[in-house]
C-alpha cells in the first residue's frame, strides 16, 4: 500500500509521538497533505525526513489521522481479517469466546485492539458494529466479511449502530441498519446473571459490557444490605446485588425505558426485594427519600467530554459524591466511578476527596476499579483508560 496512498507530511520534530507508537496525527503536526484526501481516506503519514511512519484513516478536525499500522505495507481484506482474528484471540484467552456463564463481551475495543474508530460488542449469536469514524464506516463490507471469517455460522446477525456516534462527529447522515440477519433483542448472560438487551432500541450498543468484573465484586458487599444504584440503566448492579442477597434493592434513573429494562431483568431474575425509582438522582438522593444505604453505586454516564467541559465536571462528580457520602450508613461501602476520557484518575480522586471533607465522613479506598479486559488498554495510548472506579468504605 505504501507509495500509493495520498501523502500527510509532518512538520520537523513532531514525529516522537508516532515513533512512540501513538495512533493520533493532530492536526498541529502536519505540513502538508496531499491534494484530493477527503474524511474516511487511507494516507500514509511521512515524517519531515521522508520517512514512513505508518497508514491511516484521514479525518477532519483536531485528530487527522488515526492509524491503523505503523507498517508500510497493508493488504485491504486481509488487514481486517487479520485485525478482527487477533481481537478474538484475545477474547479467546480470557475464556470468552465459549462461555456458557458469560455469552457477551466486548470483541473490538477501538485503539486498545488497533483498530481506531471501531467497536464491536457481541452478544450471543449477533455482532453490534459502531463506527465512530468515517473511515471506519466506509470500510463495513471489509468488517462484515472479517467477522463472516471468524465466527462463521455462530454469527446470525450483525448490525450496524453507527448513526449516532458518526452524526455528532461529521456531517453526514447515516441510519442504522442490519448488516446480516434481523434479529433485534436477545437475553444474555454475565456470570450466570441474566439480563435482556435490545441493540436497536438500547443505549450504546445494548449493553455497558465494560463493568462486569466490577458488578461481580459487589456480590462481595451485597449480602443482607440495603443497596441503592443510581444511574441504574438496565440494572446491572442492582441484579448482581439482588442474587448475592442484599436485603432490598433500589434502581434509580431518569430514564423510563432505563427502569422498564431494569424492571424486566428484576422479573428475569426472580428478585422479589427489588425497587426502582425513575426520578433525577440528584434530586432523588437530596430530597425524596430520607433512607440509609449499606452499599450505595454511583455510576453516571460522562460530564465531560471534553477538556472544555472538565471545571463543570468536576462539580458535578463532586455534589454527586457528597450527597452519596451523606446517605450512606457508618460502616457502608461506595461503588463511585467515572467514564469521562478526560477526567483521569487522580482528577477523580481529587473530587472524591473533596466530596468527603465536605461531607465530614472517614473514608479509605478498597479497590481501585477499571474497565473489564476485554476493553484493553493500548500501552501507547493511555487515554483508552477511561473508566475510574473507587470502592471506598464510609465511616
Known sequence: MTGTLPRVVLHPKKERSLLQRHPWVFSGAIRSID????????????????????????HEGSIKVRLLSFHPTVGEQQFWNERILAAYHLRERLGLTRSKQTTAYRLVHGEGDELPGLIIDIYGDTAVVQCHSWGMYRALDQITEALIGCYGERLTTIFDKSADTLERQTERKVDNRFLKGDRTATTIEENGVRFHVNWVEGQKTGFFLDQRENRELIRTYAHERDVLNTFSYSGGFSMYAGLAGARSVVSVDSSRKAIEACNRNAELNG????????????????????????????????FAKHLSSVENAMIGYRNLNTEGFRRIKSGGILFTFSCSQVMDKL?????????????????????????????PINVYHPEGEYLKGLVLYVS
Open 35 to 58: 491534494q484530493g484526501v477527503s474524511e474516511g481516506d487511507w494516507v500514509e503519514v511521512i515524517g519531515s525526513d521522508g520517512r514512513f511512519l505508518g497508514a491511516g484513516h484521514f
Open 347 to 375: 482528577l477523580f480522586r481529587k473530587v472524591v476527596f473533596q466530596a468527603a471533607l465536605q461531607a465530614r465522613r472517614t473514608v479509605r479506598i478498597l479497590h481501585q476499579l477499571s474497565q473489564g479486559p476485554d476493553h
Open 271 to 302: 428478585l422479589q426485594q427489588h425497587a426502582s425509582s425513575c426520578s433525577d438522582v440528584f434530586d432523588f438522593l437530596k430530597h425524596q427519600s430520607e433512607q440509609q444505604f449499606d452499599l450505595i453505586v454511583l455510576d453516571p454516564p460522562a
